[in-house]
């Protein structure tokens, strides 16, 4: 029996299967007569599920070696700070949609210069701005894919003469689209891909080469990449779960 | 049926019936016919199980309303960073017994003046430092009560002349302890209360107010308890466990 999704705000509706395959998980995980939240993430079965749950949304998503994800803790909120700690180093540039989208330009402006190319928050975020221009000397171009709140949602990928950052949070995996033109998509888990407590991200590797400042440990991208999601313990279950998840997305199909 | 619990390296057993709890509630969380995972953590059910889940620590340490607990993500590695950005303005004392104290230590360097007041790692952490002197002009004094790695545990609070902060990770609801001696307690739930992917505070309320520091939001302490723990989406599977472990808890006493 399979569910409707949802992809307005709130959480979204999950396929019965993952629900399912995550109940027997913490029932006995993997035979090893413990439940998925008492075995180590170190143990090789949760290091074969991790390693899934990196691979799979590149594969669904169609990118390739160039491209790595990782599973973090703190949803996207904290991907909101950590966007702009690891990557804004003089000016970047976001495009303000929305509620996700105005917080994400409130925690860059933390961080350096943000240039906010245009707005729609004079007609409260009811609509999406056509005509705005990037500028060719920001480090990045950060925008809100769909704004859940108002439900105004970008159409196409705008063409940017810098890296493309996306918070794709309430649309990822909803509809095929051209991964290979972001350097950086986020999402977190709950809206379209699993439970609240991870949020996927994925970068272009490359990228990595650009961080220049000094961050602390955990807001540091290049740890959590280098450790392949490691780092320090991972959400375990939220893991499993979205796993879950893109294994029935893979089977269904964009 | 108990089972043993767990309180050396790696993730703890947990108490069945709180696995059984939670399975119960991914299948149908408190008569909504929908799953834990797929309702809204602003729903009125999920709405008490967090006010429950913040109450119950405080109840089971004996701690007033003179203190307050939330639920965050990014496991007890992102209060390393959290705890200084918060509280160490100029100076803070740090005791350095065990890998995780020398990560805490790694972070707190990064935000001011960071004074070791002892270390065991010329024994390789296999003892707990006796004599050491906490200075009066510290902003707090931080410890790790159990250092699982080594198995190298505290036996008694030291008497601090400022506020006593501890990262009790692994010992944290293990046995009586006088917690109103402490201003804060942070601890990753998947040692002792839970599946890794929320991480409790405690702290006294009091302490809120001595945050002057620029603080990027999801990092500011300040935030997440003036929103009881739901300034953004929490970890609810793992809020919702660790509220069934510290039901059983408090069932058995400590």
């Known amino acids: 029996m399979t569910k409707v999704h949802n992809f307005s705000a709130g959480p979204g509706i999950l396929p019965q299967q993952a629900i399912d395959n995550s109940i027997s998980a913490l029932q006995n995980f993997m035979g090893t007569n413990l439940s998925l939240i008492e075995v180590s993430h170190r143990d090789k079965e949760f290091e074969s599920v991790m390693a899934e749950a990196r691979q799979l949304p590149l594969d669904i998503l169609g990118l390739g070696d160039d491209y790595d994800a990782v599973y973090l803790g703190g949803g996207a909120s904290l991907q909101f700070c950590m966007v702009p700690y690891n990557f804004l180093n003089t000016k970047a540039a976001y495009l303000k949609t929305g509620v996700w989208a105005a917080n994400a330009v409130k925690e ?83 809206k379209n891909m699993g439970p609240a407590g991870a949020t996927l991200v994925i970068l272009k590797k490359e990228l990595l080469e650009k961080i220049t400042r000094k961050i602390p440990s955990m807001l540091d991208y290049r740890n959590h990449f280098s450790k392949e999601s490691m780092y320090n313990t991972p959400p375990v279950f939220a893991v499993y779960c979205s796993l879950q998840v893109l294994k029935w997305v893979k089977e269904m199909g964009l």
């Open 108 to 190: 860059a402006k933390f961080f350096g210069e943000t240039d906010v190319v245009a707005s729609s928050e004079d007609k409260n975020y009811t609509y999406v701005p056509k005509d705005f221009v990037i500028p060719t000397d920001a480090e990045y171009f950060h925008y809100t894919s769909n704004n859940t709140i108002y439900g105004t949602q970008m159409h196409s990928i705008p063409n940017s003469p810098v890296p493309l950052f996306c918070d794709m949070s309430s649309d990822i995996f909803s509809k095929q689209i051209d991964a290979k033109k972001f350097d950086l998509i986020y999402a977190g888990a709950q």
